[in-house]
């Protein structure tokens, strides 16, 4: 398999996961495209082999204040892929600036929250915490301006969440 396959592997989940949030899983490609080609051509050699267990677009929040809502006062992309026992977070940090960062999934704990970005409905998210304490990052399922899609919204939030603690539970 070559670096293409790992993007390609990539973009099906993020199809997948775009028609589930909010129908329209060819625009969460065309949105992430930069970011899975991002990652191919950083990430793509030492995951030419690795199977995606899912990839899906997100508003990252690094500056998690806790509790169970939080509410991102400035709308921030990202890329959230798990790739075997690898979680590989993509995120904006300024205009045209993007941190891409892999972390080992028994590294990390993930719990259920609600997420707002400022002036936009809220919905379904997820917080990641390392286990150190050093890092917690709060996560919104991006979704194309107009519909979005509770219910499938929440299934990705719970396997997003359920990938991240089985590697813990070990």
């Given at each position: 398999m ?11 989940w993020?199809s997948?996961?775009g028609?589930r949030?909010c ?6 490609i065309r949105?992430?495209?930069l970011?899975?080609e991002?990652?191919?051509q950083?990430?793509?050699k030492q ?14 929040e690094?500056?998690d204040?806790?509790g169970d809502k939080v509410v991102?006062p400035?709308?921030?992309g990202?890329l959230?892929v798990?790739?075997?026992s690898?979680?590989i977070?993509?995120?904006d940090?300024?205009?045209g600036?993007?941190?891409y960062a892999?972390?080992?999934l ?8 609600t997420?707002?970005?400022?002036g936009?409905?809220e919905t379904?998210?997820?917080?990641l915490r390392?286990?150190?304490g ?5 996560l ?10 509770p ?5 990705i939030?719970?396997?997003m969440?359920e990938l991240v603690n089985?590697?813990?539970?070990v």
């Amino acid at each position: 398999m070559s670096k293409s396959d790992f993007e390609d592997r990539i973009n099906a989940w993020l199809s997948e996961t775009g028609d589930r949030a909010c129908g329209s899983g060819r625009s969460a490609i065309r949105t992430h495209s930069l970011y899975v080609e991002d990652i191919g051509q950083r990430l793509g050699k030492q995951h030419q082999n690795s199977k995606v267990e899912l990839a899906v677009g997100v508003y990252v929040e690094d500056q998690d204040p806790g509790g169970d809502k939080v509410v991102q006062p400035k709308k921030r992309g990202g890329l959230f892929v798990v790739a075997d026992s690898d979680l590989i977070l993509a995120r904006d940090l300024s205009w045209g600036r993007t941190k891409y960062a892999g972390f080992d999934l028994s590294d990390l704990t993930a719990e259920l929250i609600t997420f707002q970005t400022k002036g936009q409905s809220e919905t379904p998210g997820v917080r990641l915490r390392s286990l150190d304490g050093g890092l917690s990052f709060a996560l919104g399922l991006w979704y194309t301006g107009g519909e979005t899609r509770p219910k499938g919204m929440k299934v990705i939030c719970d396997r997003m969440v359920e990938l991240v603690n089985e590697s813990v539970a070990v």
